[in-house]
């Protein structure tokens, strides 16, 4: 594959284009604006909602943005939601019951796109008191179509309580995480990365042999094993989760290492 080049490039944010500081090299986005120049999209592929896109926005200036594991596209300049995919009423009522029963110390947060609504007992850990950010019932939460669920447990491990909500969801939603905490993330069956990308790379007539993909984390997975299975590349992170270096084609340098550009430099 020496001479392999991508028509499309696809990566995650948080681990892996992003350094620590939550800032983008200026190697990287040089790197990046190389290859658009050249005629190949960049997409960026996050668990992230859309209300967190806008600094990111302001560094790459355009392209499109799978956000919230696969359930949201999103044109980067325009801001506009071009696609949504969310889990619905009955599916998070049933799920969150069946959750609180099981582990009545679990608690409930949903992702609306540009808002965010939160159990009063539910600790975010990241922008407490940003606009669109409010508590809420669960009963209000559940009320309407959401684009993720995260439920949260402060004791249990975190693979134990990724597990457990598996387990409760039984293929009703899709499961993943992407944090060192007990955090599950929850969105609609067969919605994932995966699904985000290959409906972005399908606009772009580019098919998943010629996709490249980095990430760090099991929300990579489906990502990985869809270019893996047709032939493309699937680059994970040198600190990246063991379950990721497992169906990882390559593997290159860290965040802080701009191991995105490096790689994309080698081709």
């Known amino acids: ?3 392999w080049r991508p028509r499309l490039i696809a990566s995650d944010m948080d681990g892996t284009l992003l350094r620590w500081d939550d800032t983008v090299s200026d190697a990287t986005v ?15 592929a996050t668990g992230r909602p859309p209300r967190w896109m806008y600094r990111i926005r302001d560094v790459l200036r355009h392209g499109t943005a799978v956000c919230c594991n696969g359930a949201v596209i999103l044109d980067l300049e325009s801001f506009d939601v ?20 099981r582990q009545p110390d679990t608690w409930f ?21 940003a606009p669109g950010v409010a508590e809420a019932t669960l009963e209000e939460m559940v009320a309407q179509p959401v684009a993720k669920l995260l439920a949260r447990h402060e004791r249990l491990s975190r693979d ?30 067969g919605v994932t990365k995966a699904s ?25 997975i489906a990502a990985f ?20 270096l497992a169906v990882a084609t390559d593997v290159t340098g860290s965040n ?12």
């Open 1 to 3: 594959m020496s001479d």
């Open 196 to 220: 985000g990308l290959a409906t972005v790379a399908a606009r772009h007539g580019v098919g998943p042999e010629d996709v490249v993909v980095f990430g760090d984390m099991p929300n990579d």
């Open 256 to 267: 802080e290492d701009d191991g995105v550009a490096a790689f994309l430099a080698s081709l």
């Open 82 to 101: 071009l696609a949504e995919e969310p889990v619905h009423p009955d599916v998070l009522r049933s799920v969150t019951a069946e959750l609180r029963r």
């Open 109 to 129: 947060a949903v992702e609306y796109g540009l808002e965010f609504r939160h159990e009063p007992i539910y600790r975010p850990r990241w922008d407490v008191d």
């Open 160 to 189: 134990d309580f990724v597990a457990l909500v598996e387990e409760v969801v039984e293929g009703r939603a899709t499961v993943t995480h992407s944090s060192s905490d007990a955090l599950a993330e929850i969105s609609a069956a």
């Open 225 to 244: 094993e869809w270019v893996r299975a047709a032939g493309g590349r699937a680059v994970a992170m040198a600190h990246a989760h063991p379950d990721l």
């Open 30 to 44: 040089a790197e990046l604006e190389r290859w658009r120049d050249g005629g190949v999209p960049v997409v960026l």
